[in-house]
Protein backbone atom coordinates (compact mmCIF):
# COMPACT_ATOMS: atom_id res chain seq x y z
CA UNK A 1 0.00 0.00 0.00
CA UNK A 2 2.72 2.88 0.91
CA UNK A 3 4.96 1.26 -2.20
CA UNK A 4 7.03 4.41 -2.28
CA UNK A 5 9.82 3.76 -4.76
CA UNK A 6 9.27 0.77 -6.93
CA UNK A 7 9.82 -0.39 -10.16
CA UNK A 8 6.61 -0.32 -12.13
CA UNK A 9 4.78 -3.60 -12.57
CA UNK A 10 5.61 -5.37 -15.89
CA UNK A 11 2.64 -6.24 -17.20
CA UNK A 12 2.06 -8.18 -20.79
CA UNK A 13 -1.40 -7.71 -21.83
CA UNK A 14 -3.42 -9.73 -24.67
CA UNK A 15 -5.62 -7.58 -26.74
CA UNK A 16 -7.68 -9.02 -29.32
CA UNK A 17 -11.89 -10.08 -29.65
CA UNK A 18 -13.09 -12.84 -27.63
CA UNK A 19 -12.96 -16.39 -28.73
CA UNK A 20 -9.40 -15.95 -30.34
CA UNK A 21 -7.48 -18.53 -28.33
CA UNK A 22 -7.07 -15.61 -25.50
CA UNK A 23 -7.44 -18.61 -22.47
CA UNK A 24 -4.97 -20.71 -23.84
CA UNK A 25 -2.27 -18.34 -24.69
CA UNK A 26 -2.75 -16.63 -21.61
CA UNK A 27 -2.60 -20.01 -19.26
CA UNK A 28 0.65 -21.11 -21.42
CA UNK A 29 2.21 -17.74 -20.77
CA UNK A 30 1.25 -18.35 -17.30
CA UNK A 31 3.72 -21.07 -17.25
CA UNK A 32 6.67 -19.46 -17.61
CA UNK A 33 8.83 -18.84 -14.81
CA UNK A 34 8.65 -15.12 -13.19
CA UNK A 35 5.37 -15.27 -15.26
CA UNK A 36 1.96 -15.15 -13.43
CA UNK A 37 -1.86 -15.96 -15.25
CA UNK A 38 -4.11 -13.51 -13.37
CA UNK A 39 -6.98 -13.82 -16.09
CA UNK A 40 -9.31 -11.24 -17.55
CA UNK A 41 -8.62 -8.40 -14.92
CA UNK A 42 -10.97 -6.26 -16.00
CA UNK A 43 -14.09 -8.36 -14.95
CA UNK A 44 -12.50 -8.35 -11.33
CA UNK A 45 -14.54 -5.60 -9.77
CA UNK A 46 -17.95 -7.38 -10.62
CA UNK A 47 -17.11 -11.06 -11.12
CA UNK A 48 -14.56 -11.55 -8.16
CA UNK A 49 -15.16 -9.13 -6.07
CA UNK A 50 -19.11 -8.34 -6.41
CA UNK A 51 -20.37 -11.73 -7.65
CA UNK A 52 -17.84 -14.10 -5.71
CA UNK A 53 -17.41 -16.62 -8.74
CA UNK A 54 -14.62 -19.22 -8.83
CA UNK A 55 -11.02 -18.70 -9.46
CA UNK A 56 -9.54 -21.34 -11.63
CA UNK A 57 -7.83 -22.86 -8.60
CA UNK A 58 -11.45 -23.92 -7.96
CA UNK A 59 -12.33 -21.66 -4.59
CA UNK A 60 -14.47 -18.74 -4.79
CA UNK A 61 -12.98 -15.62 -5.33
CA UNK A 62 -13.43 -14.28 -1.43
CA UNK A 63 -11.80 -17.90 -0.54
CA UNK A 64 -8.76 -17.93 -2.85
CA UNK A 65 -5.71 -17.45 -0.69
CA UNK A 66 -4.01 -15.97 -3.60
CA UNK A 67 -6.65 -13.47 -4.07
CA UNK A 68 -7.15 -12.43 -0.33
CA UNK A 69 -3.60 -11.95 0.17
CA UNK A 70 -3.97 -9.61 -3.05
CA UNK A 71 -6.92 -7.48 -1.86
CA UNK A 72 -5.05 -7.13 1.70
CA UNK A 73 -1.48 -5.83 -0.35
CA UNK A 74 -3.35 -3.31 -2.77
CA UNK A 75 -6.21 -1.96 -0.59
CA UNK A 76 -5.91 -3.53 3.07
CA UNK A 77 -8.87 -5.77 1.81
CA UNK A 78 -11.74 -6.16 -0.62
CA UNK A 79 -14.19 -4.56 1.70
CA UNK A 80 -12.09 -1.13 1.64
CA UNK A 81 -13.78 2.27 0.23
CA UNK A 82 -11.04 2.36 -2.80
CA UNK A 83 -12.14 -0.94 -4.18
CA UNK A 84 -15.74 0.63 -4.42
CA UNK A 85 -14.59 4.00 -5.94
CA UNK A 86 -12.59 1.52 -8.84
CA UNK A 87 -15.65 -0.46 -9.56
CA UNK A 88 -17.52 3.11 -10.23
CA UNK A 89 -14.34 4.94 -11.88
CA UNK A 90 -13.94 1.39 -13.87
CA UNK A 91 -17.46 1.99 -15.24
CA UNK A 92 -16.96 5.46 -16.27
CA UNK A 93 -13.52 5.12 -18.00
CA UNK A 94 -13.03 1.90 -19.19
CA UNK A 95 -15.30 1.36 -22.42
CA UNK A 96 -14.25 1.20 -25.82
CA UNK A 97 -16.32 4.16 -26.65
CA UNK A 98 -14.29 6.57 -23.98
CA UNK A 99 -10.90 5.26 -25.91
CA UNK A 100 -10.77 8.40 -27.81
CA UNK A 101 -11.35 10.78 -24.87
CA UNK A 102 -8.57 8.62 -23.14
CA UNK A 103 -6.01 8.78 -25.69
CA UNK A 104 -6.45 12.23 -26.11
CA UNK A 105 -3.62 14.98 -24.70
CA UNK A 106 -6.67 17.49 -24.32
CA UNK A 107 -8.92 15.57 -21.90
CA UNK A 108 -11.75 17.76 -20.14
CA UNK A 109 -10.24 17.85 -16.49
CA UNK A 110 -12.99 15.85 -14.69
CA UNK A 111 -12.73 12.57 -16.98
CA UNK A 112 -8.75 13.69 -17.03
CA UNK A 113 -9.00 12.90 -12.88
CA UNK A 114 -11.00 9.53 -12.96
CA UNK A 115 -8.46 7.95 -15.39
CA UNK A 116 -6.14 9.28 -13.38
CA UNK A 117 -7.37 7.95 -9.86
CA UNK A 118 -8.33 5.01 -11.85
CA UNK A 119 -5.31 4.11 -13.36
CA UNK A 120 -3.45 4.77 -9.81
CA UNK A 121 -6.16 2.34 -8.23
CA UNK A 122 -5.35 -0.67 -10.91
CA UNK A 123 -1.50 0.05 -10.61
CA UNK A 124 -2.16 -0.79 -6.79
CA UNK A 125 -3.77 -4.20 -8.14
CA UNK A 126 -1.40 -4.92 -10.77
CA UNK A 127 1.42 -3.96 -8.25
CA UNK A 128 0.04 -6.26 -5.73
CA UNK A 129 -0.40 -9.24 -7.85
CA UNK A 130 3.05 -9.35 -9.54
CA UNK A 131 4.51 -9.27 -5.58
CA UNK A 132 2.19 -11.73 -3.94
CA UNK A 133 3.19 -13.58 -7.34
CA UNK A 134 6.93 -13.33 -6.19
CA UNK A 135 7.91 -10.27 -8.41
CA UNK A 136 6.10 -11.89 -11.66
CA UNK A 137 4.79 -10.50 -14.84
CA UNK A 138 1.30 -10.15 -14.61
CA UNK A 139 -0.53 -11.55 -18.28
CA UNK A 140 -4.08 -9.86 -18.27
CA UNK A 141 -5.75 -11.72 -20.89
CA UNK A 142 -8.79 -9.02 -20.49
CA UNK A 143 -8.57 -8.45 -24.53
CA UNK A 144 -10.31 -5.20 -24.36
CA UNK A 145 -9.21 -2.30 -25.94
CA UNK A 146 -10.33 0.42 -23.43
CA UNK A 147 -8.63 -1.42 -20.38
CA UNK A 148 -5.23 -1.29 -22.47
CA UNK A 149 -5.84 2.56 -22.99
CA UNK A 150 -5.87 2.92 -19.44
CA UNK A 151 -3.50 0.88 -18.32
CA UNK A 152 -1.23 2.57 -20.39
CA UNK A 153 -2.34 5.75 -18.61
CA UNK A 154 -0.97 4.23 -15.43
CA UNK A 155 2.60 5.09 -14.12
CA UNK A 156 3.61 2.40 -12.14
CA UNK A 157 3.03 -0.59 -15.15
CA UNK A 158 5.08 -1.15 -17.73
CA UNK A 159 2.52 -2.32 -20.16
CA UNK A 160 3.61 -4.74 -23.55
CA UNK A 161 0.57 -6.02 -25.33
CA UNK A 162 0.17 -8.76 -27.49
CA UNK A 163 -2.54 -8.56 -29.92
CA UNK A 164 -3.79 -11.66 -30.74
CA UNK A 165 -5.96 -12.06 -33.98
CA UNK A 166 -8.36 -14.98 -35.41
CA UNK A 167 -9.86 -15.72 -38.25
CA UNK A 168 -13.11 -13.49 -38.06
CA UNK A 169 -15.11 -16.52 -39.46
CA UNK A 170 -13.73 -18.48 -36.69
CA UNK A 171 -14.63 -16.20 -34.35
CA UNK A 172 -17.47 -14.96 -35.44
CA UNK A 173 -19.06 -18.71 -35.32
CA UNK A 174 -17.63 -18.77 -32.19
CA UNK A 175 -19.85 -16.45 -30.99
CA UNK A 176 -22.54 -18.19 -32.45
CA UNK A 177 -22.41 -20.82 -29.86
CA UNK A 178 -24.06 -21.17 -26.48
CA UNK A 179 -21.04 -22.30 -24.14
CA UNK A 180 -22.04 -22.78 -19.94
CA UNK A 181 -19.62 -20.81 -17.74
CA UNK A 182 -18.59 -22.95 -15.39
CA UNK A 183 -17.42 -19.82 -12.72
CA UNK A 184 -20.62 -19.47 -12.04
CA UNK A 185 -21.02 -22.14 -9.35
CA UNK A 186 -24.71 -21.43 -8.23
CA UNK A 187 -26.88 -21.37 -10.98
CA UNK A 188 -26.61 -21.97 -15.13
CA UNK A 189 -25.10 -18.92 -16.81
CA UNK A 190 -24.28 -19.08 -20.84
CA UNK A 191 -21.29 -16.83 -22.29
CA UNK A 192 -23.19 -14.16 -24.78
CA UNK A 193 -23.77 -15.13 -28.43
CA UNK A 194 -23.54 -12.53 -30.83
CA UNK A 195 -24.73 -12.48 -34.45
CA UNK A 196 -21.83 -12.95 -37.26
CA UNK A 197 -22.34 -9.47 -38.94
CA UNK A 198 -21.94 -7.60 -35.28
CA UNK A 199 -18.85 -9.79 -34.60
CA UNK A 200 -17.66 -8.69 -37.77
CA UNK A 201 -18.33 -5.34 -36.80
CA UNK A 202 -16.53 -5.71 -33.00
CA UNK A 203 -13.28 -7.33 -34.62
CA UNK A 204 -12.90 -4.20 -37.20
CA UNK A 205 -13.34 -1.71 -34.45
CA UNK A 206 -11.41 -3.81 -31.66
CA UNK A 207 -8.16 -4.79 -33.99
CA UNK A 208 -8.01 -0.84 -35.65
CA UNK A 209 -8.19 0.35 -31.60
CA UNK A 210 -5.44 -2.10 -30.54
CA UNK A 211 -3.19 -1.18 -33.93
CA UNK A 212 -3.84 2.87 -32.33
CA UNK A 213 -2.01 1.68 -29.22
CA UNK A 214 0.70 -0.19 -31.19
CA UNK A 215 1.03 3.19 -33.07
CA UNK A 216 0.98 5.40 -29.72
CA UNK A 217 4.14 3.73 -28.72
CA UNK A 218 2.87 0.76 -26.69
CA UNK A 219 5.84 -2.36 -27.78
CA UNK A 220 3.71 -4.63 -29.26
CA UNK A 221 3.59 -8.47 -30.35
CA UNK A 222 0.99 -9.70 -32.98
CA UNK A 223 -0.23 -13.13 -32.87
CA UNK A 224 -2.23 -15.19 -34.77
CA UNK A 225 -4.59 -17.90 -33.02
CA UNK A 226 -3.74 -19.93 -36.19
CA UNK A 227 0.11 -19.90 -35.81
CA UNK A 228 -0.27 -20.60 -32.58
CA UNK A 229 -2.60 -23.57 -32.35
CA UNK A 230 -0.17 -25.50 -35.56
CA UNK A 231 3.28 -24.50 -33.87
CA UNK A 232 2.85 -23.88 -30.17
CA UNK A 233 6.26 -23.98 -29.37
CA UNK A 234 7.65 -21.79 -32.14
CA UNK A 235 5.03 -19.12 -31.92
CA UNK A 236 5.74 -19.27 -27.50
CA UNK A 237 9.72 -19.02 -28.29
CA UNK A 238 9.23 -15.70 -30.23
CA UNK A 239 6.54 -14.32 -28.02
CA UNK A 240 9.25 -15.17 -25.38
CA UNK A 241 11.90 -13.85 -26.83
CA UNK A 242 9.92 -10.42 -27.85
CA UNK A 243 9.15 -10.02 -24.46
CA UNK A 244 12.49 -10.23 -23.45
CA UNK A 245 12.84 -13.71 -21.91
CA UNK A 246 15.27 -16.23 -22.71
CA UNK A 247 13.34 -19.37 -23.83
CA UNK A 248 16.30 -21.64 -23.51
CA UNK A 249 14.78 -24.76 -20.64
CA UNK A 250 11.45 -22.58 -20.09
CA UNK A 251 9.10 -24.60 -22.82
CA UNK A 252 9.43 -28.09 -22.02
CA UNK A 253 6.13 -28.39 -21.22
CA UNK A 254 4.57 -27.35 -24.67
CA UNK A 255 5.11 -30.37 -27.12
CA UNK A 256 3.76 -30.66 -30.63
CA UNK A 257 -0.09 -30.48 -30.17
CA UNK A 258 -0.14 -31.05 -26.14
CA UNK A 259 0.57 -28.17 -23.41
CA UNK A 260 0.99 -29.64 -19.63
CA UNK A 261 -0.75 -27.06 -17.64
CA UNK A 262 -0.97 -26.44 -14.19
CA UNK A 263 -3.62 -24.42 -11.57
CA UNK A 264 -3.45 -20.96 -12.00
CA UNK A 265 -5.48 -18.19 -9.64
CA UNK A 266 -7.00 -16.36 -12.85
CA UNK A 267 -10.49 -14.45 -12.85
CA UNK A 268 -12.75 -15.02 -15.65
CA UNK A 269 -12.02 -16.19 -18.86
CA UNK A 270 -12.99 -18.88 -20.91
CA UNK A 271 -14.36 -22.37 -19.52
CA UNK A 272 -10.80 -23.47 -20.73
CA UNK A 273 -9.24 -22.10 -17.69
CA UNK A 274 -10.49 -24.64 -14.96
CA UNK A 275 -9.01 -27.46 -16.87
CA UNK A 276 -5.17 -28.96 -15.99
CA UNK A 277 -2.60 -31.58 -17.47
CA UNK A 278 -2.05 -32.55 -20.35
CA UNK A 279 -4.13 -30.39 -22.97
CA UNK A 280 -4.28 -31.14 -26.38
CA UNK A 281 -3.93 -28.13 -28.60
CA UNK A 282 -5.37 -28.45 -32.13
CA UNK A 283 -6.69 -25.65 -34.27
CA UNK A 284 -10.75 -25.32 -34.31
CA UNK A 285 -12.15 -25.09 -37.44
CA UNK A 286 -15.03 -26.28 -37.02
CA UNK A 287 -16.71 -22.37 -38.89
CA UNK A 288 -15.42 -23.94 -42.41
CA UNK A 289 -18.42 -26.79 -41.96
CA UNK A 290 -20.97 -24.80 -39.13
CA UNK A 291 -21.09 -21.02 -40.76
CA UNK A 292 -23.71 -20.76 -43.42
CA UNK A 293 -22.51 -19.86 -46.78
CA UNK A 294 -24.14 -16.25 -46.19
CA UNK A 295 -23.12 -15.58 -42.81
CA UNK A 296 -19.72 -16.10 -44.03
CA UNK A 297 -20.24 -13.97 -47.15
CA UNK A 298 -21.37 -11.12 -44.64
CA UNK A 299 -18.59 -11.52 -42.42
CA UNK A 300 -15.76 -11.57 -45.19
CA UNK A 301 -17.75 -8.39 -46.80
CA UNK A 302 -17.65 -6.40 -43.55
CA UNK A 303 -13.91 -7.48 -42.04
CA UNK A 304 -12.25 -7.69 -45.71
CA UNK A 305 -9.63 -5.07 -45.32
CA UNK A 306 -8.25 -6.64 -41.71
CA UNK A 307 -8.78 -9.99 -42.87
CA UNK A 308 -6.59 -9.88 -45.75
CA UNK A 309 -3.78 -7.23 -43.99
CA UNK A 310 -3.65 -10.40 -41.86
CA UNK A 311 -3.22 -12.74 -44.45
CA UNK A 312 -6.48 -14.83 -44.15
CA UNK A 313 -8.07 -13.76 -47.38
CA UNK A 314 -4.89 -16.05 -49.53
CA UNK A 315 -6.02 -18.84 -51.63
CA UNK A 316 -9.73 -18.02 -51.79
CA UNK A 317 -10.17 -19.84 -48.56
ZN1 LIG B 1 -7.35 -19.08 -6.67
Excluded at 80 to 95: F, I, N, S
Excluded at 178 to 195: G, S
Excluded at 270 to 275: A, V
Aim: proline content about 6%; glycine content about 10%; some cysteine.
Amino acid sequence: MTSAVRRPTPVLYIGGLGRSGSTLLDRMLGELPGVTSAGELVHLWQRGVVEDQLCACGERFSECPFWTKVGHEAFGGWHAPEVGEARRLQRLVDRNRYVPTVASPLRASEFDERVGRYAELIGRLYGAISSVAGGAIVVDSSKHASTAFVLRAAPTVSLRMIHLVRDARGTAYSWTKAVRRPEVADRDVLMHTHAPWRTAARFDSWNLLLHVLSLLGVPTTFVRYEDLVADPRGEMKRIVTVAGLRPDGILDFIEDDVVTLGTPHSVSGNPMRFSTGRIPVRADDEWRRGLSPRDRATVTAISWPLLAAYGYLRSGR
